[in-house]
């Protein structure tokens, strides 16, 4: 089987940078694109604009220009060699807009860490499931999970 498009979801964490680093190395044998993908959190926007009594378009604008922002800093310190194809700014529930634009772009592989900026351990992740477990259940293609540190954190 040959890996032509990895699809790599950022949340622009330690983890999420650990797994391209490592997803840079894997791939290069298969000269496979890496594509980024950032998905802002539909239930967090309303959050803010509940709090900050915005409109959820305003706070959703807000955040998609910050995380395009984001993108350039987070390539600039980890894609000197030019790897990644392209990055994607989403809006919905992380996990279906990961598998949606993964079947959409007919992905071989997701690489992606193994939990997101909101850290390990919470209550919601413990009864419901992390994102990583939902995409796992999601979707026809692999995923590859790789937990903070893994193999190391020079890669």
């Known amino acids: 089987m040959e890996i032509s498009l990895v699809l790599v979801p950022v949340d622009f964490s330690n983890c999420a940078a650990n797994a391209l680093r490592y997803a840079k190395k894997?791939?290069?044998?298969?000269?496979?694109?890496?594509?980024?993908?950032?998905?802002?959190?539909?239930?967090?926007?309303?959050?803010?604009?509940?709090?900050?009594?915005?409109?959820i378009e305003n706070v959703r604008e807000r955040l998609t220009n910050h995380a395009k922002q984001t993108f350039r800093h987070f390539l600039n310190d980890l894609d000197s060699d030019g790897l990644v194809k392209d990055t994607i700014v989403s809006y919905g529930s992380p996990f279906q807009e990961i598998a949606i634009k993964a079947r959409e772009l007919q992905t071989d592989l997701i690489l992606m860490g193994g939990y997101g900026s909101t850290g390990k351990g919470q209550i919601d992740e413990i009864f419901f499931g992390g994102t990583v477990d939902k995409v796992v259940r999601l979707l026809p293609c692999p995923v590859l999970c790789v937990p903070m540190g893994w193999p190391s954190e020079s890669i």
Do not use: F, G, M, Q
Not at 29 to 50: C, F, G, M, Q, T
């Open 26 to 55: 894997i791939v290069s044998p298969w000269k496979a694109e890496l594509l980024l993908i950032h998905v802002i959190d539909s239930s967090e926007v309303s959050r803010i604009a509940n709090y900050t009594k915005e409109s």
